[in-house]
């Protein structure tokens, strides 16, 4: 009877906790909700900046003119006239061959000449009396010209046996002895013009706006890490490297000290000054689906914007369209953003400075 009573008790009970278990349900509507905080994020102020493009472009040094001096002929050489690292100027004697064969051979042809040019005078005397033919003249002269071209190749022989710089410049290495023999593929030294060096180096295609022929620049070597060589630029490739997209330049740089020597690895510093520009810190794009975004803070509200990228820097992108001067874009937090997201400035950068301000 006990029991009874105890259960009948608990009916009620158990039905005003559901009542009451309703009542507080429907009372928690979206005007009872706690609201969600702001997202704390950092912004950058964008303003226009002076953007200058610089690049490093690296080239071998060369020569101004650089040639292997080889004989024309094949011989015995019988005389050395330099002397390794020498200054020569055009038309030193360097080096000569045994020619003694040659000599004779030239004796000869100019002793055929002396013959058929006496025989020739004598004939056209007498072309007048008729006791020549105009024919048989003709054939004397014609002799008469093969032994001037023998003679005359004689002597080019001679004078290959004989072998002179080419031009002014500083001798190398020597390479053969006397008594040794050479021929047209043996290396006797070199000859080099370094009072001016030549600098080889490419540069990218979007540069190609910036160098000029007659510009200056500045070159450095890891042999001399503090002086810098200036020079200009000689000419320029007409042709881009398909693959690399890039072009060849050509540049004199003055060498009168020598310290600068052909093959030497050199570099040289470029820029270009894009003028005042907008630029925005990478971290504040955000990539989605091959578009760039940012987000932009107005009145606490976060607002994602479209926008057109220039060319990047170390740290910052050019915006070439869909931001202007004094926007607010979100630095630090854009992970957690989504469009209309309200959002609580902590702190901002300026534009072109490092010092972190705090916001207004």
Not at 37 to 63: F, K, N, Y
Not at 161 to 173: E, K, Q, V
Request: hydrophobic share 40%.
């Amino acid at each position: 009877m006990i029991l009874q009573d105890s259960k009948l008790l608990l009916v009620p009970i158990l039905a005003t906790a559901m009542f009451s278990g309703c009542g507080s349900a429907n009372n928690d509507g979206p005007a009872n909700r706690a609201e969600r905080p702001p997202t704390r994020v950092m912004t950058h102020r964008v303003e226009r900046e002076s953007l200058i493009d610089e690049i490093q472009a690296l080239g071998t040094a060369g020569a101004n003119e650089s040639v292997e001096i080889k004989p024309r002929v094949a011989s015995i050489v019988t005389k050395i006239a330099f002397t390794e690292g020498q200054r020569v100027t055009t038309g030193t004697l360097l080096i000569e061959l045994e020619n003694s064969e040659i000599r004779a051979g030239l004796a000869v042809a100019e002793a055929s000449l002396s013959e058929s040019r006496s025989s020739y005078n004598r004939s056209r005397s007498l072309i007048d009396t008729q006791v020549i033919s105009a024919a048989n003249l003709e054939q004397l002269q014609a002799a008469m010209q093969v032994d001037e071209a023998q003679v005359q190749a004689a002597k080019a022989r001679l004078a290959n046996t004989r072998i002179h710089a080419p031009f002014d410049g500083r001798i190398g290495l020597r390479r053969v002895s006397l008594g040794g023999f050479v021929d047209s593929s043996t290396v006797i030294t070199t000859l080099d013009d370094t009072a001016i060096i030549k600098l080889d180096f490419t540069v990218p295609e979007a540069f190609l706006a910036v160098i000029k022929e007659g510009m200056a620049i500045s070159a450095n070597s890891l042999v001399y890490p503090d002086q810098p060589f200036i020079g200009t630029v000689d000419s320029i490739d007409t042709r881009l490297d398909p693959v690399a997209r890039s072009v060849q330049v050509r540049a004199l740089l003055p060498n009168s000290d020598g310290l600068l020597k052909p093959g030497m690895f050199m570099s040289v510093n470029l820029q270009r000054d894009r003028g005042l520009v907008l630029v925005v810190p990478e971290e504040s794009i955000v990539p989605e689906r091959g578009s760039q975004y940012v987000f932009i803070v107005s009145d606490g509200i976060a607002t994602r914007r479209e926008i057109k990228l220039g060319r990047r820097v170390p740290g910052a992108v050019e915006i070439v369209s869909g931001l202007q001067d004094g926007e607010l874009v979100v630095t630090e937090g854009t992970h957690k953003l989504r469009d209309g997201s309200p959002v609580e400035t902590v702190q901002f950068r300026t534009a072109g400075s490092n010092t972190l301000t705090g916001a207004d």
